[in-house]
């Protein structure tokens, strides 16, 4: 049975995010949005010597509310605070016991800090299998070479501390079953950070190019096995793989899209409440006025796309398959921050748009989570493949 009711430990967790999210995230979260490649040593020290709270690791429903809250403080900030992040949750999703070991426990132990994963490439997005980054056995190593865009936690885990997990072909040939992960750990000579994108939000987040050169890493750095298989007529075992990741990371991003819905959304509840207009829940629909339906329409999106959000990590936490509850609750809450947080700035007119007020942010910040792991319409595609029984051949 699901029970999504919080123990004691788990609720003063929560209660400690939103906290840190007032205290820590909040006050800084424009200027970081304003000086976009700044870092924010302090900040990231603070975070980094509060691992030990829960505050960084974990996969699961306290975990994912955890991250929702610090996203109510500052998706950017959150983006930069020290953690397995992506890269960790591919080590989790793909790797042996031994490899878990060797990059996950460490993070614990205070080098890597950071973990990135690097998929996407300038000719390779939502259509993963046309990965033209490759590696090569030489003996006892793997050769990279190849360009990756837009990784998140780019700079930090390839500059100063923290491992990157690189999709990479090992038979161009092969297609879907020639592609594999290799872990690649900071430092590597052959791995270097190219550029730095300007985005439109999450400006606290580095969002980096990494380019790989002759880059050698040791032979047991591939996560899974190094062999080609087809398992089935449309699965291989490295495309299942990456797939496996996704539905690890896709409620995680799901819960952040989640954490700035909500800072939209309560802060338009706070405003009216301030203008003293009551929201009367419980009236027939056609006795509401025009924002009361308005105020009601965000709520349920937001409680819709947080049960699915829940429903997907809790599987994850039970390593029940999850691929169609994650893609649900992935699209649901990219979705779902996008028209909350659009509606929040129509509501409020001016405020919604002026830079006062972290409204107009939120807006930029909210649409990240309907682009990245999967955009809205692929995590659709994924649903409705698996609802109507598709292969991806018949279903594109
Ligand atoms: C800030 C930021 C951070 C990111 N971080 C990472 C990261 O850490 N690691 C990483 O690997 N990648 C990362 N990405 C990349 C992101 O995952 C990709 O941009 C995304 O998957 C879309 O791929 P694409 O850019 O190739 O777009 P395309 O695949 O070219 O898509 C363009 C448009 O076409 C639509 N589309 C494509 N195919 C279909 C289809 N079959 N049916 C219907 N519509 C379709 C898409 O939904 C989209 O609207 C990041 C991107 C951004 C902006």
Same mark, same amino acid.
């Given at each position: 049975?699901?029970? @999504?009711?919080?123990?004691? *430990?788990?609720?003063?967790?929560?209660?400690?995010?939103?906290? $840190?999210?007032?205290?820590? #995230?909040? =006050?800084?979260?424009?200027?970081? $949005?304003?000086?976009?490649?700044?870092?924010?040593?302090?900040?990231?020290?603070?975070?980094?010597?509060?691992?030990?709270? &829960?505050?960084?690791?974990?996969?699961?429903?306290?975990?994912?509310?955890?991250?929702?809250?610090?996203?109510?403080?500052?998706?950017?900030?959150?983006?930069? !605070?020290?953690? =397995?992040?992506?890269?960790?949750?591919?080590?989790?999703?793909?790797?042996?016991? $031994?490899?878990? %070991?060797?990059?996950?426990?460490?993070?614990?132990?205070?080098?890597?800090?950071? &973990? /990135?994963?690097?998929?996407?490439?300038?000719?390779?997005?939502?259509?993963?299998?046309?990965?033209?980054? +490759?590696?090569?056995?030489? &003996?006892?190593?793997?050769?990279?070479?190849?360009?990756?865009?837009f990784v998140t936690?780019g700079?930090?885990?390839?500059?100063?501390?923290?491992?990157?997990?690189?999709?990479?072909?090992?038979? %161009? !040939?092969?297609?879907?079953?020639?592609?594999?992960?290799?872990?690649?750990?900071?430092?590597?000579?052959?791995?270097?950070?190219?550029?730095l994108e300007?985005k439109?939000?999450?400006?606290?987040s580095d969002t980096a190019?990494?380019?790989?050169?002759?880059?050698?890493?040791?032979?047991?750095?591939?996560?899974?096995? =190094?062999?080609?298989?087809?398992? $089935?007529?449309?699965?291989?075992?490295?495309?299942?793989?990456?797939?496996? +990741?996704?539905? /690890?990371?896709?409620?995680?991003?799901?819960?952040?899209?989640?954490?700035?819905?909500?800072? /939209?959304?309560?802060?338009?509840?706070?405003?009216?409440?301030?203008?003293?207009?009551?929201?009367?829940?419980?009236?027939?629909?056609?006795?509401?006025?025009?924002?009361?339906?308005?105020?009601?329409?965000? *709520?349920?999106?937001?409680?819709? /796309?947080?049960?699915?959000?829940?429903?997907?990590?809790?599987?994850?936490?039970?390593?029940?398959?999850?691929?169609?509850? !994650?893609?649900?609750?992935?699209?649901?809450?990219?979705?779902?921050?996008?028209?909350?947080?659009?509606?929040?700035?129509?509501?409020?007119?001016?405020? &919604? #748009?002026?830079?006062? #007020?972290?409204?107009? %942010?939120?807006?930029?910040?909210?649409?990240?989570?309907?682009? @990245?792991?999967?955009?809205?319409?692929?995590?659709?595609?994924?649903?409705?493949?698996?609802?109507?029984?598709?292969?991806?051949?018949?279903?594109?």
């Amino acid at each position: 049975m699901i029970d @999504f009711e919080l123990s004691p *430990e788990e609720q003063a967790i929560l209660e400690q995010a939103h906290e $840190d999210a007032v205290k820590l #995230y909040r =006050p800084i979260a424009r200027y970081y $949005d304003e000086h976009e490649h700044e870092s924010p040593d302090e900040f990231i020290d603070t975070m980094w010597a509060k691992r030990g709270e &829960g505050a960084l690791f974990g996969l699961g429903v306290t975990a994912a509310l955890r991250i929702e809250e610090t996203c109510w403080g500052d998706a950017g900030l959150m983006l930069v !605070s020290p953690g =397995p992040g992506l890269g960790g949750a591919a080590v989790m999703a793909t790797g042996t016991a $031994d490899q878990h %070991k060797r990059f996950l426990t460490r993070f614990n132990e205070g080098e890597p800090k950071w &973990g /990135a994963m690097a998929m996407t490439e300038p000719s390779c997005g939502s259509d993963t299998a046309a990965i033209q980054t +490759t590696a090569v056995q030489d &003996g006892n190593e793997w050769v990279l070479n190849g360009e990756k865009i837009f990784v998140t936690w780019g700079k930090r885990a390839v500059e100063q501390a923290g491992i990157v997990i690189v999709w990479a072909t090992v038979d %161009k !040939s092969a297609g879907r079953a020639g592609m594999k992960s290799f872990v690649v750990e900071c430092g590597t000579p052959g791995m270097k950070v190219e550029k730095l994108e300007h985005k439109l939000g999450i400006k606290a987040s580095d969002t980096a190019t990494v380019v790989f050169e002759d880059c050698r890493i040791p032979f047991e750095n591939i996560l899974g096995s =190094p062999e080609v298989r087809k398992l $089935d007529k449309t699965k291989t075992e490295g495309f299942k793989k990456a797939m496996a +990741t996704f539905d /690890a990371t896709r409620p995680i991003v799901a819960a952040m899209a989640l954490g700035v819905g909500r800072a /939209a959304l309560d802060f338009v509840k706070e405003t009216l409440e301030k203008d003293g207009i009551e929201i009367r829940y419980g009236l027939p629909r056609n006795k509401l006025t025009s924002i009361e339906r308005d105020v009601m329409d965000m *709520e349920a999106n937001y409680k819709a /796309a947080k049960m699915l959000m829940m429903r997907a990590t809790w599987m994850m936490s039970q390593l029940l398959p999850n691929s169609i509850e !994650s893609s649900m609750a992935k699209a649901k809450a990219g979705l779902a921050v996008t028209k909350i947080t659009q509606k929040a700035v129509e509501l409020m007119g001016p405020l &919604g #748009y002026s830079r006062k #007020y972290l409204l107009e %942010k939120w807006m930029r910040d909210g649409k990240i989570n309907d682009l @990245f792991e999967g955009t809205g319409q692929i995590n659709m595609l994924v649903v409705a493949r698996r609802v109507l029984g598709f292969s991806r051949d018949q279903l594109k």
